[in-house]
Protein backbone atom coordinates (compact mmCIF):
# COMPACT_ATOMS: atom_id res chain seq x y z
CA UNK A 1 0.00 0.00 0.00
CA UNK A 2 2.38 2.33 0.75
CA UNK A 3 4.66 1.65 -2.77
CA UNK A 4 1.70 2.18 -4.25
CA UNK A 5 1.58 5.41 -2.37
CA UNK A 6 4.57 6.49 -3.22
CA UNK A 7 3.97 5.76 -7.32
CA UNK A 8 1.05 7.98 -7.51
CA UNK A 9 2.81 10.81 -5.56
CA UNK A 10 5.15 10.39 -7.91
CA UNK A 11 3.28 9.75 -10.71
CA UNK A 12 1.66 13.21 -9.69
CA UNK A 13 4.84 15.38 -9.63
CA UNK A 14 5.57 14.09 -13.14
CA UNK A 15 2.44 15.26 -14.50
CA UNK A 16 2.83 18.75 -13.19
CA UNK A 17 6.79 19.03 -14.07
CA UNK A 18 5.20 17.62 -17.89
CA UNK A 19 7.40 14.01 -17.67
CA UNK A 20 4.17 12.08 -19.41
CA UNK A 21 5.92 8.88 -19.68
CA UNK A 22 7.11 8.50 -16.21
CA UNK A 23 3.79 9.59 -14.84
CA UNK A 24 2.19 7.12 -16.94
CA UNK A 25 4.63 4.09 -15.61
CA UNK A 26 3.94 5.09 -12.02
CA UNK A 27 -0.16 5.49 -12.22
CA UNK A 28 -0.06 2.14 -14.20
CA UNK A 29 2.41 0.70 -11.13
CA UNK A 30 -0.09 2.01 -8.39
CA UNK A 31 -3.59 0.63 -10.08
CA UNK A 32 -3.32 -2.57 -9.28
CA UNK A 33 -2.36 -1.98 -5.54
CA UNK A 34 -5.09 -0.05 -4.71
CA UNK A 35 -7.38 -2.11 -6.75
CA UNK A 36 -6.48 -4.87 -4.75
CA UNK A 37 -6.53 -2.79 -1.42
CA UNK A 38 -10.35 -1.79 -2.04
CA UNK A 39 -9.32 1.96 -2.26
CA UNK A 40 -12.06 2.93 -4.55
CA UNK A 41 -11.85 6.73 -4.33
CA UNK A 42 -7.70 6.16 -4.93
CA UNK A 43 -8.78 3.92 -7.75
CA UNK A 44 -11.23 6.13 -10.05
CA UNK A 45 -8.62 9.08 -9.31
CA UNK A 46 -5.77 7.32 -10.52
CA UNK A 47 -7.99 6.16 -13.43
CA UNK A 48 -8.68 9.55 -14.72
CA UNK A 49 -4.89 10.36 -14.25
CA UNK A 50 -3.89 7.46 -16.44
CA UNK A 51 -6.46 9.35 -18.90
CA UNK A 52 -4.80 12.57 -18.40
CA UNK A 53 -0.78 11.06 -19.11
CA UNK A 54 -2.32 9.26 -21.87
CA UNK A 55 -3.30 12.57 -23.42
CA UNK A 56 -0.08 14.06 -22.75
CA UNK A 57 1.90 10.81 -24.46
CA UNK A 58 -0.26 11.47 -27.03
CA UNK A 59 -2.18 7.77 -26.58
CA UNK A 60 -5.90 9.83 -27.50
CA UNK A 61 -6.99 5.89 -27.85
CA UNK A 62 -6.18 4.59 -24.87
CA UNK A 63 -7.44 7.81 -23.16
CA UNK A 64 -10.97 7.22 -24.91
CA UNK A 65 -10.79 3.67 -24.25
CA UNK A 66 -10.21 3.89 -20.69
CA UNK A 67 -12.77 6.87 -20.28
CA UNK A 68 -15.75 4.63 -22.18
CA UNK A 69 -14.64 1.76 -19.30
CA UNK A 70 -15.62 3.96 -15.98
CA UNK A 71 -18.26 2.47 -14.39
CA UNK A 72 -21.32 3.74 -13.46
CA UNK A 73 -20.87 5.84 -10.34
CA UNK A 74 -17.11 6.47 -10.49
CA UNK A 75 -17.37 9.67 -11.64
CA UNK A 76 -18.88 10.95 -8.58
CA UNK A 77 -15.87 9.03 -6.66
CA UNK A 78 -13.11 10.80 -8.58
CA UNK A 79 -13.10 14.29 -10.25
CA UNK A 80 -15.87 15.36 -12.05
CA UNK A 81 -14.13 18.61 -13.27
CA UNK A 82 -11.10 16.98 -14.90
CA UNK A 83 -13.02 13.85 -16.44
CA UNK A 84 -14.81 16.97 -18.43
CA UNK A 85 -11.04 18.82 -19.25
CA UNK A 86 -10.16 14.99 -20.31
CA UNK A 87 -13.78 14.50 -22.53
CA UNK A 88 -12.65 18.24 -24.40
CA UNK A 89 -9.11 17.36 -24.92
CA UNK A 90 -9.87 13.91 -26.54
CA UNK A 91 -12.67 15.67 -28.61
CA UNK A 92 -9.93 18.29 -29.34
CA UNK A 93 -7.22 15.74 -30.20
CA UNK A 94 -9.97 13.81 -32.47
CA UNK A 95 -10.79 17.13 -34.73
CA UNK A 96 -13.89 18.22 -33.03
CA UNK A 97 -13.10 21.25 -31.99
CA UNK A 98 -16.23 23.09 -31.63
CA UNK A 99 -17.92 20.19 -29.30
CA UNK A 100 -14.17 20.29 -27.08
CA UNK A 101 -14.48 24.21 -26.75
CA UNK A 102 -18.17 24.04 -25.93
CA UNK A 103 -16.90 21.80 -23.11
CA UNK A 104 -14.11 23.56 -21.63
CA UNK A 105 -16.22 26.35 -21.77
CA UNK A 106 -18.68 25.09 -19.64
CA UNK A 107 -16.31 23.77 -17.28
CA UNK A 108 -14.97 27.35 -16.87
CA UNK A 109 -18.26 28.60 -16.46
CA UNK A 110 -19.27 26.41 -13.62
CA UNK A 111 -15.75 27.13 -11.74
CA UNK A 112 -16.76 31.15 -12.44
CA UNK A 113 -19.78 30.65 -10.91
CA UNK A 114 -17.92 28.78 -8.15
CA UNK A 115 -19.77 25.38 -8.51
CA UNK A 116 -16.41 23.61 -7.69
CA UNK A 117 -17.53 19.81 -6.81
CA UNK A 118 -15.22 19.15 -3.43
CA UNK A 119 -12.96 16.73 -5.05
CA UNK A 120 -11.46 19.24 -7.76
CA UNK A 121 -11.15 21.83 -4.77
CA UNK A 122 -9.66 19.67 -3.28
CA UNK A 123 -7.27 18.11 -5.93
CA UNK A 124 -5.87 21.94 -7.04
CA UNK A 125 -6.91 24.24 -4.56
CA UNK A 126 -10.02 26.45 -5.28
CA UNK A 127 -9.07 29.46 -7.14
CA UNK A 128 -5.83 27.90 -8.65
CA UNK A 129 -8.36 25.57 -10.36
CA UNK A 130 -10.58 27.94 -11.46
CA UNK A 131 -7.51 29.54 -12.89
CA UNK A 132 -5.90 26.62 -14.57
CA UNK A 133 -8.90 25.83 -16.12
CA UNK A 134 -9.41 29.28 -17.49
CA UNK A 135 -5.63 29.22 -18.66
CA UNK A 136 -6.66 26.37 -20.74
CA UNK A 137 -9.86 27.19 -21.71
CA UNK A 138 -8.41 30.76 -23.38
CA UNK A 139 -5.39 28.55 -24.73
CA UNK A 140 -7.39 26.17 -26.71
CA UNK A 141 -9.68 28.97 -27.59
CA UNK A 142 -7.35 30.74 -29.07
CA UNK A 143 -5.32 27.65 -30.84
CA UNK A 144 -8.74 27.37 -32.99
CA UNK A 145 -9.78 31.25 -33.24
CA UNK A 146 -12.77 31.48 -31.55
CA UNK A 147 -11.42 34.16 -28.65
CA UNK A 148 -14.66 35.98 -29.39
CA UNK A 149 -16.82 33.10 -27.18
CA UNK A 150 -14.14 33.46 -24.14
CA UNK A 151 -14.31 37.38 -24.10
CA UNK A 152 -14.92 37.41 -20.21
CA UNK A 153 -12.66 34.62 -19.03
CA UNK A 154 -9.77 36.88 -21.11
CA UNK A 155 -10.63 39.68 -19.50
CA UNK A 156 -10.20 37.76 -15.99
CA UNK A 157 -6.74 36.74 -16.58
CA UNK A 158 -4.46 39.47 -15.53
CA UNK A 159 -6.19 39.75 -12.15
CA UNK A 160 -5.86 36.12 -11.68
CA UNK A 161 -1.87 36.21 -12.69
CA UNK A 162 -1.51 39.14 -10.33
CA UNK A 163 -3.00 36.86 -7.44
CA UNK A 164 -0.78 34.13 -8.54
CA UNK A 165 2.07 36.18 -8.72
CA UNK A 166 1.14 37.88 -5.11
CA UNK A 167 1.04 34.36 -3.54
CA UNK A 168 4.58 33.97 -5.15
CA UNK A 169 4.52 29.77 -4.94
CA UNK A 170 3.24 28.93 -8.08
CA UNK A 171 5.01 29.20 -10.75
CA UNK A 172 3.62 26.45 -13.23
CA UNK A 173 0.45 28.15 -12.75
CA UNK A 174 2.14 32.15 -12.96
CA UNK A 175 3.24 30.29 -16.72
CA UNK A 176 -0.06 28.80 -17.56
CA UNK A 177 -1.64 31.86 -17.25
CA UNK A 178 1.16 33.83 -18.90
CA UNK A 179 0.84 31.41 -21.66
CA UNK A 180 -2.82 32.18 -21.99
CA UNK A 181 -2.33 35.61 -22.17
CA UNK A 182 0.38 35.42 -24.57
CA UNK A 183 -1.92 33.57 -27.03
CA UNK A 184 -4.76 36.71 -26.58
CA UNK A 185 -1.71 38.93 -27.41
CA UNK A 186 -1.19 37.12 -30.76
CA UNK A 187 -4.08 37.19 -31.95
CA UNK A 188 -4.96 41.27 -31.10
CA UNK A 189 -1.38 42.17 -32.61
CA UNK A 190 -1.69 40.18 -35.74
CA UNK A 191 -6.08 41.15 -35.86
CA UNK A 192 -4.13 44.56 -35.73
CA UNK A 193 -1.06 44.39 -37.60
CA UNK A 194 1.27 45.30 -34.38
CA UNK A 195 4.36 43.25 -34.64
CA UNK A 196 5.54 44.76 -30.87
CA UNK A 197 2.63 43.04 -29.52
CA UNK A 198 3.29 39.87 -31.45
CA UNK A 199 7.09 40.30 -30.35
CA UNK A 200 6.05 40.65 -27.08
CA UNK A 201 3.95 37.72 -26.68
CA UNK A 202 6.66 34.99 -28.41
CA UNK A 203 8.98 36.59 -25.40
CA UNK A 204 5.87 35.60 -22.94
CA UNK A 205 5.79 32.08 -24.23
CA UNK A 206 9.68 31.88 -23.92
CA UNK A 207 8.68 32.95 -19.65
CA UNK A 208 6.23 30.88 -19.88
CA UNK A 209 8.23 27.77 -20.60
CA UNK A 210 11.06 28.57 -18.49
CA UNK A 211 8.34 28.65 -15.31
CA UNK A 212 7.22 25.19 -16.35
CA UNK A 213 3.78 26.16 -17.61
CA UNK A 214 1.12 23.33 -16.37
CA UNK A 215 1.17 20.53 -19.25
CA UNK A 216 -1.03 18.27 -18.23
CA UNK A 217 -4.38 19.00 -20.53
CA UNK A 218 -2.79 17.86 -24.00
CA UNK A 219 -2.87 18.57 -26.91
CA UNK A 220 -3.80 22.32 -25.96
CA UNK A 221 -1.13 22.61 -23.00
CA UNK A 222 1.52 21.00 -25.36
CA UNK A 223 4.80 22.75 -24.96
CA UNK A 224 5.49 22.21 -28.45
CA UNK A 225 2.99 23.40 -29.90
CA UNK A 226 3.53 26.48 -27.54
CA UNK A 227 7.13 26.32 -29.33
CA UNK A 228 5.71 26.37 -32.81
CA UNK A 229 3.20 28.99 -31.53
CA UNK A 230 6.14 31.52 -30.69
CA UNK A 231 8.73 30.78 -33.79
CA UNK A 232 5.63 31.34 -36.12
CA UNK A 233 4.79 34.68 -34.05
CA UNK A 234 8.81 35.58 -33.56
CA UNK A 235 11.50 33.49 -33.99
CA UNK A 236 14.52 35.82 -32.88
CA UNK A 237 12.58 37.60 -30.13
CA UNK A 238 11.48 33.85 -28.72
CA UNK A 239 14.97 32.54 -28.97
CA UNK A 240 16.52 36.06 -27.32
CA UNK A 241 14.27 35.18 -24.38
CA UNK A 242 14.67 32.16 -24.13
CA UNK A 243 18.88 32.64 -23.55
CA UNK A 244 17.50 35.40 -21.21
CA UNK A 245 15.40 33.65 -18.97
CA UNK A 246 17.73 30.50 -19.11
CA UNK A 247 19.36 31.54 -16.17
CA UNK A 248 17.25 32.73 -13.66
CA UNK A 249 15.68 31.80 -10.36
CA UNK A 250 12.27 31.54 -9.28
CA UNK A 251 12.33 34.98 -7.75
CA UNK A 252 13.93 36.09 -10.88
CA UNK A 253 11.14 34.59 -12.84
CA UNK A 254 8.19 35.54 -10.79
CA UNK A 255 9.33 39.10 -11.07
CA UNK A 256 10.09 38.90 -14.55
CA UNK A 257 6.00 37.83 -14.93
CA UNK A 258 5.03 40.87 -12.99
CA UNK A 259 7.12 43.07 -14.80
CA UNK A 260 5.24 41.50 -18.39
CA UNK A 261 2.11 41.64 -16.43
CA UNK A 262 2.39 45.60 -15.91
CA UNK A 263 3.98 46.47 -19.35
CA UNK A 264 1.14 44.84 -21.48
CA UNK A 265 -1.45 47.24 -20.91
CA UNK A 266 0.51 49.95 -22.43
CA UNK A 267 1.86 47.82 -25.11
CA UNK A 268 -1.89 46.62 -26.11
CA UNK A 269 -3.36 50.21 -25.79
CA UNK A 270 -5.69 49.18 -23.21
CA UNK A 271 -6.56 52.06 -20.35
CA UNK A 272 -5.95 49.92 -17.02
CA UNK A 273 -3.15 48.25 -15.25
Same mark, same amino acid.
Given at each position: ????? /???R *????? +???? &??????R??? /?????? %?????????A???I????? @????? /??D?A? @?? !?? =???????????????? &???? %?????R? =? *?????? !?????A? =??????????D?? !? !???????? #??Q?????? #???????????E??????? /?????????????????? *? &???????? $??????? $??????????MI??????????????T??????????????????A???????????? %?? +?????????????? *?? =?? #??
Amino acid at each position: MLIGL /AHSR *IGEVS +MALG &LGEEARRRVI /ATLPVM %EEAGARFTVARLRIMLMVT @HLMCG /ATDEAE @HL !LA =QMAPGEEAASSPMVES &LVRA %EILLARG =Q *IEAGLS !LLRRAAD =QLGNRHIPASDSE !L !LGGDSWTF #HVQAVTVVA #HAQHGRLDLVEEIVDCLPD /ALSRVIAGATDLSLCGAL *I &LALAATDI $DKGRRNG $DAHVVSSAARMIALAERLGFQQEFQPTMSPERARQTAEQADESAYADSRSAYAGLGSD %EL +MAAALEALRARPRL *IG =QD #HA
